[in-house]
């Protein structure tokens, strides 16, 4: 019972090999020091993924259907296992085979047959070197989310018209989101975005309006034609506000993805959006989920310069402007969880 106990405190470990003669050594030499799982193609591991993540995976090179290469292509391009530690395991002693998997993202590699100690002091060496590196991510997530927070903040802050309107549009677009992947639309994007990043990155998509004057932002009344370019700027702005950070501190995804909101989230399905004019998918998914919610939210909100429209009418003017406004497909899933998307105001 007390090992039984202890090993679901143990790190866990996935052992993919087509050889049951691997499987079972490393088992052997594993066993009592992680909690090992054995499987004999990468399509019992995929299977597996979706139930268990490991801390480390033991992965072989040369297997049939789907090879370790093609594997490790596979893990580093989806956001759900992308980081997790993969070390090869091969019986052959091949420079080049080696260059290639370490390219790929391969921590180690592990020559077959293996020596248990070596084999042990290995995957303890990267196991402890990624739990420092998990840790110093999730205190840089947790600054870069104070960050957002924080500019999120002053832009609402400025505008008097919009309280709340970041908030509630980061949980229509976790809904879109959510929804996107279980009906397996535009998955070939959507299945390798990390939903938690891409929820944070959205909340910087009015950032520009930080450099618009307050007499237009808070303007009591309908902008002129003028004062409506100078407002039609914010998006180009929140491009050039996050380009600068990007040239600062070389941050990737998170800020890439925040340049896309801030820049595409005013653009049209028929091409009669702005800054640029973007038609159907050249509009990056990004802006096209955030047009939806970000018009959304404006209609059922009320503004200086009018009354907010119920939640009903506003959904049924987001279902007129589908295929000229708005993506088709997305309006489609919004439709199919409008009665979700309309209790989010009441907690605000």
Known sequence: MFKERYRVLMKTIFVVDDSDTNLSMAEAVLDDHYRVMTMPSAAKMFAFLEKVIPDLILLDIEMPVMDGFETLDHLKNDGK???????????RNDSEVEARGLEMGAVDFITKPFSAPVLLNRIRTHLNIDEIIRERTAQLHRLQNSIVA??????????????????????????????????CV?????????????????????????????????????LTDEEYDVMKSHAEEGERIIDEIISRTGEGDFLRNAKLFAGTHHERWDGKGYPRGLKGVEIPLQGRIMAIVDVYDALVSERPYKKAFTEDEAIDIIMQNSGTHFDPKIVELFYEVKDHIKSVKDGF
Do not use: C
């Open 186 to 222: 535009y998955s070939d994007e959507i299945n390798g975005w990390d939903v938690d990043k891409m929820i944070s990155s959205a909340r910087m998509h009015d950032l520009g309006k930080i450099s618009i004057t307050d007499v237009i932002v808070n303007k009591p009344g309908k």
């Open 150 to 183: 924080v500019l999120a903040d002053m832009v609402e802050n400025r505008d008097k018209g919009t309280g709340g309107h970041i908030e509630r549009t980061s949980v229509y677009i976790r809904i879109l989101i959510e929804e996107m992947k279980e009906r």
């Open 81 to 91: 296992y992308q980081d997790i530690p993969v070390m090869f395991l091969t019986g």
